[in-house]
């Protein structure tokens, strides 16, 4: 890839993820030239879903991605959520029209490589988006009015000038050290466990358009159908002594039916049913107190991590993207300014749903007695009131929409 010589510098982003993508075709709609380097030699997601509230889904049917989206997705009728031990429904959530009527968008369930694609797909078509694979992003500097990215490729190191630099890089940022900030992310002594499981080999009853969520001691889980009911999509959450860093690892299927022996019948079924696991470390960090310095800024992952108890770390992602693309458009001659009024925009916000998947992740996992007092208000909530408990998180609007 040959750094530009001439003209107006492109915005260069570091990571072609969730978050990446989608500030890529927000920044690419206002008329800016973007350029992608993405470590990857090519993108594609491992074999999981992705909840995408109507915070994200707004953002990204108004980036025209609305057809994509009903192809590929789903739209969930409700969430229920029962007692892991016995299968008792503790509490139902009306998603589907529900949502639609309350938020103006929907609460969608699709495949990451289906959402990952279209993304890819919107910005491979845009001639303001230049994608450049194969690239890890090392080292940065700033000097004047540009920022110089220092680039490892499989033909030797490259640099990459551009206007700004956004690090939409993931948990483990390597443009996090350019704004100053040298932490590092702690495992927090829980794992994930994935699988995708034929809907014909499910029961019955758990193959409903709906998410269930199942909740007991040390350990919770969700699924939903995805790809028009065609899988189930399952994600169990749990206490574990053993990291590993970086994606994912293959699970061994008999350690963990073990780990449900004691959970309802119905759900060790389908648990059962999964071909094979695959499990992820969950690694959380404090709040970072700067995102953004000079003509560099953080996005998604790289500047918040958000635990996966609520489903938001890529709508906070996607949220982010809107936001830092309205302030470039306001102030496009004074970026570091316009980096500023991104950050004190999106830092409560990330800090507050960072917040919630915590004490959601809490609240998930308690053991008896505790069990008794969170039971008795998950029963004693309406779907109307759990509905309205949420409006904070899925009525968020980028401002002027
Ligand atoms: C079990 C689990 C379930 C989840 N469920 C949900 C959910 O239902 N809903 C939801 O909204 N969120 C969910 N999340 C969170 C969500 O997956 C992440 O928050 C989201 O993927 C973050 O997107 P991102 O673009 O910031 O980072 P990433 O998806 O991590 O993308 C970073 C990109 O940067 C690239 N990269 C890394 N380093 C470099 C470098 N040095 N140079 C160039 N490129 C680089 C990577 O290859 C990658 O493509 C879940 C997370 C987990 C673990």
Do not use: C, I, K, N
């Given at each position: 890839m040959t750094s530009e010589t001439s003209g107006a510098r492109p915005i260069l982003i570091a990571g072609a993820g969730i978050g990446g993508l989608t500030a890529a075709i927000t920044l690419a709609r206002a008329g800016r030239q973007v350029a992608i380097l993405e470590r990857r030699?090519?993108?594609?997601?491992?074999g999981a879903g992705i909840q995408l509230s109507p915070n994200a889904s707004r953002v990204l049917v108004g980036l025209g991605l609305g057809a994509a989206l009903s192809r590929a997705a789903g739209e969930p009728e409700r969430l229920v959520v029962r007692s892991g031990r016995n299968g008792r429904v503790l509490s139902e959530m009306p998603l589907g029209d529900a949502m639609r009527r309350r938020h103006g968008a929907p609460y969608l369930l699709v495949h990451r490589a289906d959402l990952q694609m279209a993304l890819l797909d919107v910005a491979r078509s845009d001639p303001n988006i230049r994608l450049a694979f194969g690239r890890t992003v090392s080292s940065v500097d700033t000097e004047g009015d540009e920022v110089s990215v220092a680039?490892?490729?499989?033909?030797?190191?490259?640099t990459v000038r551009g206007s700004l630099l956004i690090g939409a890089d993931g948990l483990w940022s390597r443009v996090a050290p350019a704004i100053g900030d040298h932490t590092e992310a702690e495992f927090i002594g829980h794992v994930?466990?994935?699988?995708?499981?034929?809907?014909?080999?499910?029961?019955?009853?758990?193959?409903?358009?709906?998410?269930?969520?199942?909740?007991?001691?040390?350990?919770h889980v969700v699924h939903y159908p995805l790809r028009g009911g065609r899988v189930v999509n399952i994600v169990a959450v749990m206490r574990d002594r053993d990291a590993a860093r970086g994606w994912s690892r293959p699970g061994d299927p008999a350690v963990f039916a073990a780990r449900f022996r004691?959970?309802?019948?119905?759900?060790?079924?389908?648990?059962?049913?999964?071909?094979?696991?695959?499990?992820?470390?969950?690694?959380?960090?404090?709040?970072?107190?700067?995102?953004?310095?000079?003509r560099v800024a953080l996005l998604g992952d790289a500047a918040h991590p958000v635990l996966p108890f609520l489903a938001q770390g890529g709508a906070l992602a996607i949220e982010d993207a809107a936001v830092l693309a309205r302030e470039l458009a306001r102030a496009p001659q004074d970026v570091p300014a316009a980096l500023a009024a991104y950050q004190a925009d999106?830092?409560?916000r990330a800090r507050q749903v960072q917040a919630a998947a915590r004490q959601n992740g809490r609240a998930y996992h308690m053991g008896f007695p505790l069990t008794v007092g969170r039971d008795l208000v998950l029963r004693g909530l309406s779907g109307q009131g759990m509905l309205k408990r949420?409006?904070?998180l899925y009525g968020w609007k980028p401002e002027g929409a």
């Open positions: 030699t090519r993108v594609e997601e491992a680039v490892e490729a499989a033909g030797g190191p490259e994930a466990w994935r699988a995708t499981v034929p809907a014909e080999a499910a029961p019955a009853a758990l193959r409903a358009q709906e998410t269930g969520l199942w909740l007991g001691r040390d350990a004691g959970w309802a019948p119905e759900l060790r079924d389908l648990l059962a049913a999964a071909p094979e696991w695959q499990v992820w470390s969950l690694f959380d960090r404090a709040p970072r107190q700067t995102w953004a310095a000079g999106r830092r409560p949420y409006d904070w």
